[in-house]
Nanobody, 118 residues
Framework: VQLQASGGGLVQAGDSLRLSCAAS????????VGWFRRAPGKEREFVGR????????YYADSVKGRFTISRDNAKRTVYLQLNSLKPEDTAVYYC????????????WGQGTQVTVSS
């Protein structure tokens, strides 16, 4: 499975963005997909994930209520909707597929930069 994240950019605080994670590979629809981020000088942080079956979603407390993950298996794409962005959301955002354990995924995409100005 190859993953391609896109949709990042420079926005102002309070704005919204939608990130996309497009996948190739026949098994994609059967994988849980996660989103992570890494801010400058910080450890990688879990943002949220969506399961492959029922599409259940789980979020980090820091983004709960502001970010929403959805998936379109027919398009092999998972989305991360970012609303009410804050400067502390500035980071490189990564998508990952095939959850192997907490914060452990088998496949990773390259990141997309999100910068939120105050």
């Amino acid at each position: 499975v190859q993953l391609q994240a896109s949709g990042g950019g420079l926005v102002q605080a309070g704005d919204s963005l939608r990130l996309s994670c497009a996948a190739s590979g026949r098994s994609f629809s059967s994988y849980t997909v996660g989103w992570f981020r890494r801010a400058p000088g910080k450890e990688r942080e879990f943002v949220g994930r969506i399961t492959w079956g029922a599409g259940n979603t789980y979020y980090a407390d820091s983004v709960k209520g502001r970010f929403t993950i959805s998936r379109d298996n027919a398009k092999r794409t998972v989305y991360l909707q970012l609303n009410s962005l804050k400067p502390e959301d500035t980071a490189v955002y990564y998508c990952a597929a095939q959850m192997l354990g907490p914060d452990r995924f088998g496949y990773w995409g390259q990141g997309t930069q999100v910068t939120v100005s105050s």
